[in-house]
């Protein structure tokens, strides 16, 4: 099963806009991650908060953490045709290590 | 340095066959984590070695077999292969060390795709 849930499933923006994905879990954290992958290939590492932290930057992306509704967001500012990929939030489940992926969101920004 | 690697890129095989995937870790990790993706879904967590044990597991049968070797690398057994199994199968390494504080950040191999037919 997994725990995390992403929404939207879909989102379609132009180059230059700004794109959100939210992020739902059911139980709690040592920490969030969010990956990258791109048309089935492997995963790509972006960001990680931890669960004492409520925002980070990393270059264009902005991650925002709130463990009272067990949610977090992923923000990516001005987008790029080269952004366009699947994103998935994953938690850490009972053990080192074990993440918990939701199903993603399916980001394609239009030249 | 080279990141984390995987073969074959692609495979097909036949149902009640037995296939191997091979992973080898990032320089300087330790810590091999095996995940199952399904087209259209996240990927979910098959099982994790350290120290040439396994050390955790998802909700997977038995058919689903691994192996970490002294010098870290890692195998992917499935028996009796199933239509379902047909997935991409992502090999992901970490650093967990002794004593030391771990990295949480795991990084992930491009994948295997295997087809059963």
């Known amino acids: 099963s997994q725990q995390g849930e992403e929404d939207p499933q879909a989102l379609s923006i132009q180059e230059g806009e700004n794109a959100t994905m939210n992020c739902s879990y059911k139980?709690?954290?040592?920490?969030l991650q969010w990956y990258r992958q791109n048309s089935g290939r492997g995963l790509v590492h972006l960001i990680l908060?931890?669960?004492?932290?409520r925002e980070k930057h990393s270059g264009r992306l902005r991650v925002t953490l709130d463990t009272s509704k067990k949610s977090s967001s992923l923000l990516i500012t001005a987008s790029r045709a080269a952004d366009t990929a699947s994103y998935f939030c994953?938690?850490?489940?009972?053990?080192?290590?074990?993440?918990?992926f939701g199903a993603g969101t399916r980001l394609a920004v239009h030249p | 340095d080279a990141g984390v690697t995987q073969s074959p890129t692609h495979l097909i095989k036949t149902r009640g066959q037995q296939v191997t995937l091979r992973c080898s870790p990032k320089?300087?990790?330790?810590?091999v984590s095996w995940y199952q993706q399904a087209l259209g879904q996240g990927p979910q967590f098959i099982f994790q070695y350290y120290e040439e044990e396994e050390r955790q597991r998802g909700n997977f049968p038995d058919r689903f077999s691994g192996h970490q070797f002294p010098n870290y690398s890692s195998e992917l057994n499935v028996n009796a292969l199933l239509l379902g199994d047909s997935a991409l199968y992502l090999c992901?390494?970490?650093?967990?060390?002794?004593?030391?504080?771990?990295?949480?950040?795991?990084?992930f191999g491009p994948g295997t795709r295997l087809t059963v037919l």
């Open positions: 139980t709690s954290i040592n920490n």
């Open positions: 908060i931890r669960s004492n932290e």
């Open positions: 320089s300087g990790h330790d810590t």
């Open positions: 994953a938690t850490d489940g009972r053990g080192y290590n074990k993440l918990i």
């Open positions: 992901a390494s970490s650093w967990r060390g002794v004593g030391i504080q771990s990295t949480d950040t795991q990084y």
